[in-house]
């Protein structure tokens, strides 16, 4: 047995030890014999999740037994959230992700957007900034900064600079991981985090929230956030050079050499349109119920069907993140085992006898801000989403808010993950170039934090509680 596997094996053994015993405990009366095993239970989860001891995937697994074995949810119950509706929206993402990568769009579309900054080393790092945030809006954030680090990385180049003494590069990395998390926010596809906060809303209130409906109240943080997060960074970290000769160049001579768009790209974008036009329709047309999981269900199908498609299925296989899934299905039935055991509820009585009588403005602040500094201990979008959506819907209930924009504001600020490499996988991707150090990035992030939060406070309670 290696060290790290009898370190995880020691994780696992004293966390298991740890929770039982937790529920031996006196309790306070107000929570219930339910409650308390899933205080436990939610306990074990976050454990496994933050040190990651087992596979993430296994641990919602891990989460659903537990849940059917002391009695909360039957077993059946929690294996079909694995099947939920919600996880239509990320599985047709990742076919759409793979004909784009496939087809080489992803990065056509990036290189187009950076090239038409010009040479100012501020506006090509926007430009950097934007393309980012954009691939991050239809494919996952890993990948949009996994397609961006290269081209960045090939600018600095041609700057000359290079190292964790470079300001430039610690700009341009930081730049994209930032903007990978700041575009997941702006729709369902995005990330995984606001795909489960729109499933908490339907389960727990009843209530379907639209793709474009997401769309209208997340997009305007995104336009809001990815400035202010590029000019805080060029503030801290002032680049050494004020234009990069060539670096527009390189990226057009890049262009040049992938030629026009072929019929396989001008098919895929096609098919993209009319995804993005059937992820839409439902709120501009009244249509079924359930119409955003439907149409999810018919992209993804579209771009394999034989004759119609544009790629392979075993491909597209081969590209999915099948313990995603896992992981939201575990996530939702964490949420719902807290809320059934009554857990939900005592929390949130406890803030709402917190903020009873104070401003709403407050009340969406301090739960944005909680939220997203909660990244940081729990290093998941998906664990900390999980938690706090829930307790939103509760908390607004208890004070007599609107429960789903209240949601919605835990669900974004819960892709606020800007200040450690482990918070996120596309600020771990950036950290593995070596542009920069964990100081600049938690400095970087604590501000950034801080205004994300306000901004996004500000704009909720302006546009959304009207």
């Known amino acids: 047995m290696s060290n790290a596997d009898r370190r995880n094996f020691l994780i696992v053994v004293i966390t298991l030890a740890g929770a039982t015993l937790m529920t031996l405990l006196p309790f306070p009366e107000v929570f219930s014999e339910d409650g308390v095993r899933m205080i436990a239970i939610a306990l074990i989860g976050a454990v496994f999740w933050i040190t990651e001891c087992i596979p993430i995937a296994l641990t919602g697994l891990v989460v659903i037994l537990l849940q059917a074995l002391v009695g ?54 926007l430009g950097i900034m934007i393309a980012t945030a954009f691939l991050s809006m239809w494919i996952s954030n890993s990948a949009a900064t996994a397609i961006m680090m290269p081209i960045a990385l090939g600018i600095i180049r041609m700057a000359q600079v290079s190292g ?11 730049g994209i991981a930032y903007a990978a998390n700041i575009g997941g926010m702006g729709t369902p596809a995005g990330t995984p985090a606001c795909s489960i906060t729109i499933a908490f809303i339907d389960d727990m209130l ?31 970290f002032p680049p050494e050079i004020d234009s990069i000769e060539g670096g527009t160049d ?23 349109s009319l995804a993005v036009l059937l992820w839409i329709a439902d709120s501009i047309f009244p249509l079924m119920s359930g119409w955003l999981y439907i149409a999810s269900v018919i992209i993804a199908l579209m771009f394999v069907a034989p004759g119609i498609g544009v790629v392979k299925w075993k491909d597209a296989a081969s590209e999915m993140g099948w313990d995603i899934f896992i992981l939201v299905g575990g996530g939702l039935a964490l949420g719902s085992g807290l809320h059934e055991s009554g857990v939900i509820t005592v929390i949130a009585d406890s803030l709402s006898g917190f903020l009873t009588g104070v401003s709403p403005y407050i009340v969406v602040t301090f739960l944005a801000f909680v939220t997203a500094m909660s990244i940081t201990f729990f290093s998941s979008l998906t664990a900390t989403s ?43 991707i950036v950290y593995s170039s070596n542009q920069f150090k964990t100081y600049d990035m938690t400095k970087a992030g604590l501000l950034l934090t801080i205004v994300g939060v306000v901004a996004l406070s500000v704009t909720a309670n302006l546009l959304w509680f009207r």
């Not at 964790?164 to 930081?174: D, F, P, Q, Y």
């Not at 829930?390 to 908390?395: D, K, M, Q, T, W």
């Not at 789903?404 to 918070?423: K, T």
Request: proline fraction near 7%; charged fraction near 10%; aromatic fraction near 6%.
């Open 250 to 272: 390189a990226v057009r001579s890049e262009l040049d050499e992938m030629g026009p768009a072929d019929r396989g790209q001008r098919k895929v974008m096609v098919l993209f």
């Open 72 to 125: 909360i949810q039957p077993i059946g119950q929690g294996l079909g959230y694995i099947a939920t509706p919600v996880n239509s929206i990320i599985f047709a993402g990742f076919v759409m992700a793979t004909a784009l990568s496939q087809y080489s769009l992803d990065r056509r579309i990036s290189l187009n957007i950076v090239s038409a900054m010009g040479e100012r080393t501020d506006r090509l790092i």
């Open 206 to 236: 009843g209530v379907q929230v639209g793709f474009l409906d997401w769309m209208i109240r997340a997009v305007p943080v995104v336009i809001i956030l990815i400035p202010v997060a590029w000019r805080l960074l060029l503030m801290l």
């Open 164 to 174: 964790v003494s470079s300001n430039l590069g610690k700009v341009a990395m930081i």
């Open 386 to 428: 999980t938690t706090f959506v829930p307790v939103s819907i509760g908390l607004a209930a208890q004070l007599g808010m609107p429960s789903v924009p209240l949601a919605i504001v835990a669900g974004l600020a819960s892709c606020m993950a800007f200040l450690l490499p482990a918070n996120t996988p596309p600020n771990a």
